[in-house]
C-alpha cells in the first residue's frame, strides 16, 4: 500500500524521488487525520478523478489496504456502502463508512501510528 502511495504522490512518474520530496511525501502521511488518510486512498484509487468510484472497485481498494486479507467485518461494511444505491460511491460515502467502521483503515492507520512513534514523537504528529 505504501508503494501504491508514493507512485500516486510520484507526479512527474520518474519512478524515483529526491530526498526532500520523500520528506514532503512522509510529511503528508505522518501528518494526516483519519479523515483525510481515508480521502488520500480514496483519491489514489480514482483513476478518472471524477470523486467517485464504482463499489467493486471500492471493494478493490480495501482488499488492497488489507493485503487481500480483508475479514468480514470489512466485507459485511460494504454492505452498508451504496446507501443512495446509484451504484457509485462518493469521498464523502467512503469517509463516512470508514468513521463508522474504523477497521476499514486499520492497516494503515496502524502503519502511520506506529511510523509516527518513530520519527519524532505520537504526541507531536497529532498536534500537527
Request: net charge positive.
Amino acid at each position: 500500500m505504501i508503494s501504491i502511495f508514493y507512485q500516486f504522490l510520484d507526479k512527474q512518474k520518474a519512478g524515483q524521488m529526491t530526498f526532500y520530496q520523500y520528506l514532503v511525501y512522509n510529511w503528508h502521511f505522518l501528518s494526516s487525520s483519519d479523515d483525510s488518510l481515508a480521502a488520500m486512498c480514496f483519491q489514489m484509487f480514482d483513476v478518472d478523478k471524477s470523486s467517485t468510484m464504482e463499489v467493486y472497485e471500492v471493494k478493490y481498494m480495501i482488499n488492497s489496504i488489507h493485503s487481500f486479507n480483508a475479514g468480514m467485518v470489512v466485507c459485511w461494511s460494504m454492505d452498508k456502502l451504496n446507501k443512495n444505491e446509484d451504484g457509485f460511491v462518493t469521498i464523502a460515502e467512503f469517509i463516512l463508512l470508514c468513521r463508522h467502521f474504523p477497521k476499514v483503515m486499520k492497516p494503515l492507520i496502524d502503519l502511520r501510528n506506529a511510523m509516527r512513534k518513530k520519527v519524532v514523537h505520537a504526541r507531536f504528529w497529532k498536534e500537527c
